[in-house]
């Protein structure tokens, strides 16, 4: 089955330490992004890239990394210089051109909390 | 004034009611329009595709798109205690050379046996 799977589903973080969360996808989508939701605010999104090797930030960038090695691939790190992480991630991914057909497909997430 | 209005309820309705979910938007460029459904923590699923302004059919849900409102609509017939979940829309629209997506800040439906 095609999908989008991410890791860990729940992650602890202490202050000060930088974190990775891990976005798989089968779908072949040549676009992959990070969104952060937090109650009252909606999705927003963090990175994006719109193919391998290549990444652009979003509205909120500070305090997070991204790589994009591989296609299938798009983990986020969330650094010590974030200041407020918990939040539940989500990775999502669509064809090439943008969301043109067929809209962006979502993981199920992973909850970040600091501890 | 945010682009994308919602409001985020909850809203609270028997089984088999007609439930309406509704955003308008303020940015002229957005030409797509999607309605995602969010189970309890769990991801956004895509319901409803949208581009033009009218109205789409996909078995109980309909989609319908009013641009020269800028207002978009959802319908529900016949609501089921499963369609008890949280439902955001989202538009899509050129910014920088980039299709951005800009979602709501989602509206919570409760479906009542």
């Known amino acids: 089955d095609g999908g989008i799977t991410q890791s860990p589903k729940y992650l602890f973080r202490k202050e000060g330490q930088n974190v990775t969360l891990s976005c798989e996808q089968n779908?072949?989508?040549?676009?992959m992004y990070w969104y952060r939701q937090d109650p009252g605010q909606g999705l927003r999104l963090i990175y994006y890239s719109q193919i391998v090797n290549d990444f652009q930030k979003g509205d909120i960038a500070e305090g997070y990394s991204v790589s994009r090695e591989k296609k299938e691939s798009f983990p986020l790190t969330v650094t010590s210089a974030q200041k407020n992480p918990t939040a539940f991630y989500l990775c999502?991914?669509?064809?090439?051109?943008?969301?043109?057909?067929?809209?962006?497909?979502f993981g199920p997430g992973t909850r970040l909390t600091v501890l | 004034q945010k682009e994308v209005e919602q409001d985020p309820g909850p809203l609270s309705v028997p089984e088999g009611a007609i439930v309406s979910l509704n955003c308008t938007y303020s940015?002229?460029?957005?030409?797509?329009f999607m309605w995602y459904r969010q189970y309890s923590r769990k991801g956004p699923e895509l319901l409803m595709y949208?581009?033009?302004?009218g109205n789409k059919e996909d078995g109980r849900f309909t989609a319908q798109v009013d641009k020269s409102s800028k207002y978009i609509s959802l319908f529900i017939r016949d609501s089921q205690p499963s369609d008890s979940a949280t439902y955001l829309c989202a538009m899509q629209g050129n910014s920088g050379g980039y299709q951005k997506v800009t979602f709501g800040i989602g509206t919570k439906l409760q479906v009542i046996p």
């Open positions: 779908l072949n989508h040549d676009a």
């Open positions: 949208t581009y033009s302004s």
């Open positions: 999502a991914s669509s064809m090439a051109g943008g969301v043109v057909r067929g809209g962006l497909f």
């Open positions: 940015n002229s460029a957005f030409q797509y």
